[in-house]
């Protein structure tokens, strides 16, 4: 049996914008797809009957370098303390398994701005094509500063 590979990234970042503002926005998967890849996700969606009211929810999207389909699920919500965690339904391009999880937290003395923060831990089949796993990680190493520049924007 081949062993699993764990890589964990936990990213954080200053928002400029209230923490109901932002929760807005980022309590939507189909949203936060959108922003985080831009034109490298495409086709996002919810599937069945899912939406950003509704959890669990299912949605898909399909990655643009490789034709991957990635079928997630917002599978937990908290919106008192704005918290919305995520999780893979199939392994996809060498990612067994992925769990997320974002969360959004006022600054005490500074109610305009949000503190942002994301955990994410992928599971990596043994043989997985490393190259594509590591342009999936590249990726995501970004994510949070697009969230950020997408409120600097508005």
């Known amino acids: 049996m081949a062993i699993q590979r764990k890589h964990t990234m936990y990213d954080s970042t200053i928002i400029d914008a209230d923490p109901g503002t932002v929760w807005a926005v980022v309590r939507d998967a189909l949203r936060v797809v959108s922003i ?21 929810s299912l949605y898909n999207f399909t990655l643009a370098f490789s034709g991957g389909l990635v079928q997630q699920e917002v599978s937990g919500r908290d919106e008192v303390e704005r918290a919305q965690s995520y999780r893979s339904i199939e392994p996809t391009m060498g990612v067994q398994r992925y769990l997320g999880a974002i ?42 500063d697009a969230i950020r520049d997408f409120f600097a924007q508005r």
Request: proline share 5%; no cysteine; net charge negative.
């Open 36 to 56: 985080v890849s831009g034109p490298a996700a495409q086709d996002v969606h919810w599937v069945g009957d899912g939406s950003a009211e509704r959890v669990p």
């Open 103 to 144: 969360r959004v937290r006022e600054i005490t003395n500074d109610p305009h701005r949000s503190f942002f923060d994301w955990t994410r831990e992928l599971t990596i089949a043994e043989d997985a094509d490393t190259e594509v796993v590591e342009t999936i990680i590249a990726m995501m190493a970004k994510q949070t």
